[in-house]
């Protein structure tokens, strides 16, 4: 009897030690609260910054929550690469303002699209192609754990160029990643589109190389979101 006696203080003595590191334990953080690539807005009156760089070049923006379901903002491009066909090799800077619309959001799952319009400017060797770049997107998001948002996209950044080589390039990509939520303010983002790029099939070499017909458009960018 006595022996049991002295198990159950041992063990009442063990339980009552170990509760305080279990209540000290950080609970797994849900990273669905706000996303700046997924159906999600970045939360109402918040605003968030991210930069992501790759290919076609480096991209900064900041975005500010209107409202639960809308987002505003401004993004800078200093690209590399033309309106991310793989071909063409050249220095650039965009200018765009940026509108996402959260479309459905449920507990593992949202839908949103994005506007971004805004002037470019390439720099050929014999000149500077001027347009507006009008891409529009669609993305679904999943929630895949407490901090990975997955996203599935697509993505038609069809731009209008100027001038003398002045014409209407659609494009259509296809793709997705990832947000891994670090902590509550802070992300890692993934982003990989491609797709054909459907030029004019009759050739142009005015600037650059000579272009025309079908080529191939990727996007493949790795960043970090902040929310201010």
């Not at 993934?190 to 099939?201: M, N, S, Y």
């Not at 142009?204 to 996007?219: N, Y």
């Amino acid at each position: 009897m006595r022996h049991l006696q002295l198990l159950a203080l041992c063990t009442a003595a063990a339980l009552s030690a170990s509760a305080p590191a279990q209540e000290a334990e950080p609970r797994p953080h849900d990273g669905a609260g706000w996303s700046v690539l997924a159906g999600k807005t970045v939360g109402d009156r918040d605003t968030a910054f991210h930069a992501a760089a790759g290919w076609p070049g480096l991209q900064l923006s900041l975005l500010h929550g209107a409202n639960p379901r809308f987002d505003l903002g401004g993004r800078l491009s200093l690209n590399y690469g033309y309106e991310g066909i793989v071909t063409r090799v050249v220095p650039g800077l965009k200018l765009q303002g940026v509108f996402r619309l959260t479309l459905l959001d449920r507990a593992r799952v949202n839908l949103g699209a994005e506007l971004a319009p805004g002037p470019f400017f390439y720099f050929w060797t014999g000149g500077t192609d001027v347009g507006m770049a009008l891409p529009v997107s669609l993305t679904l998001g999943l929630l895949a754990g407490h901090s990975v948002m997955l996203h599935l996209v697509l993505d038609l950044p069809t731009f209008v160029v100027f001038g003398t080589t002045g014409r209407v390039v659609p494009v259509i990509l296809f793709g997705g990643g990832l947000e891994y939520a670090i902590d509550p303010k802070l992300a890692v983002t993934v982003d990989l589109r491609a797709g054909p790029a459907i030029d004019e099939p009759r050739t142009i070499c005015v600037r650059g190389p000579c272009v025309g017909g079908r080529d191939v458009a990727l996007s493949s960018n790795v960043g970090v979101a902040l929310k201010l």
